[in-house]
């Protein structure tokens, strides 16, 4: 690293000035990680102390069947393939059931893009959820899946949102932007919405009312570049409507993919994305480290260099176990609140 690049970067932050893309490239590519982790960490506790957040939640992928085949994806199936399901109603209510009873307060809820369940189901699987389990705030379908209920019931998006919310939605999951750059889009996943696409959903999710988080799925064929220019096209979207709660930095599982071949992202690639992120991201409260795809440790460490949220006492995830996550499915509520104690920081549920 040249002398100095992390200092200046460091007077501009300490001086509350914006980093610009320039700053975001060097962040990547020159500055020592121990450096900007320490900045990150600074930054993060002049947003939220030193409170480190988590919530009592649990997944319900309520089905791996979608119309399309994205390369990075081990999670979907086509019908009649080895290892494609769909919950029933029941199976739904059951798990839902389960979660209210250890005391969860979310659930979050996405799936596959279905060849055949009809418009209808969604919102009516959001009115059952919600008139059973009032403490359970449904955060439900990612802007792709909105997307495609839009299509399904041939209105736009915007009325889809609405639709939603009356019948419960009470927050929207970052999912579906992988990368936000054409490039990535038109190589791994052109069949899903691209960016502009994902931006214009989460704007409307804003304008709605309802707050989302964003995401960037890192590790794979993207470049230094196009991370930063994501980060700063999520940064400007903020700047405008102010309705992204945290930024979540995922990380790649190759296995079982069409880009097995690809290592995985070491321990410290993953620190650096999440103190990039924090550094770049002025605008949004809280950084995530999504302790499913980094691992427990690597998580730990994340909490004092730019994280100040856990996720959850996720239960039985699918997605990334289908790519060959080996990280526990489940975290109880005491051993959050000790992992976060053991940095230093004071765990608090949202
Ligand atoms: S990433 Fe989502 S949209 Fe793409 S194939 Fe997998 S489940 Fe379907």
Redesign the pocket.
């Known amino acids: 690293m040249p002398a100095g690049t992390l200092d200046a970067i460091a007077a501009k932050v300490g001086a509350g000035r914006r980093l610009d893309r320039d700053d975001g490239i060097r962040l990547y590519e020159e500055a020592d990680l121990a450096g900007i982790r320490r900045l990150a960490d600074e930054a993060a506790e002049r947003k939220n102390g030193k409170t480190v957040t988590y919530v009592v939640n649990r997944h319900i992928n309520y089905s791996?069947l979608?119309i399309?085949?994205?390369f990075?994806?081990a999670?979907?199936k086509k019908r009649g393939e080895a290892g494609a399901y769909e919950l029933s109603l029941d199976e739904i209510r059951e798990r839902a059931r389960e979660a209210a009873a250890a005391g969860a307060t979310e659930i979050h809820l996405v799936g596959?893009?279905h060849p055949d369940l009809p418009y209808e189901y969604y919102p009516e699987l959001l009115r059952m959820l919600s008139r059973e389990f009032p403490g359970l705030a449904l955060k439900a379908f990612t802007a792709?899946e909105l997307d495609h209920f839009a299509r399904l019931r041939g209105v736009p998006v915007a009325e889809v949102i609405r639709e939603l919310r009356e019948a419960g939605l009470a927050f929207v999951p970052g999912g579906g932007a992988e990368v936000l750059s054409d490039r990535v889009w038109k190589k791994l996943?052109r069949g899903?919405i691209p960016p502009r696409r994902w931006l214009e959903i989460h704007r409307e999710i804003h304008r709605a009312g309802l707050r989302s988080n964003a995401t960037l799925l890192f590790g794979h064929i993207e470049t230094v570049e196009e991370k930063v220019d994501h980060l700063l096209r999520i940064r400007a979207l903020q700047d405008e409507t102010g309705g992204f709660v945290s930024f979540i930095p995922l990380r790649f599982h190759p296995q079982n993919t069409v880009l097995a071949h690809l290592p995985l992202a070491g321990r410290d690639a993953v620190l650096r994305e999440i103190a990039v992120a924090r550094l770049l991201l002025d605008n949004v409260r809280h950084v995530k480290a999504y302790w499913v795809m980094t691992g427990l440790e690597t998580a730990r460490l994340a909490l004092t260099g730019g994280a100040d949220d856990l996720d959850g006492t996720v239960v039985e995830e699918r997605i990334t176990h289908m790519a060959g996550a080996e990280t526990p499915e489940h975290l109880t509520e005491a051993e959050i609140r000790d992992l976060i104690r053991g940095e230093g920081k004071i765990p608090r549920r949202r």
């Open positions: 791996n979608c399309l085949s994205c990075f994806c999670f979907s596959g893009l792709v996943f899903k």
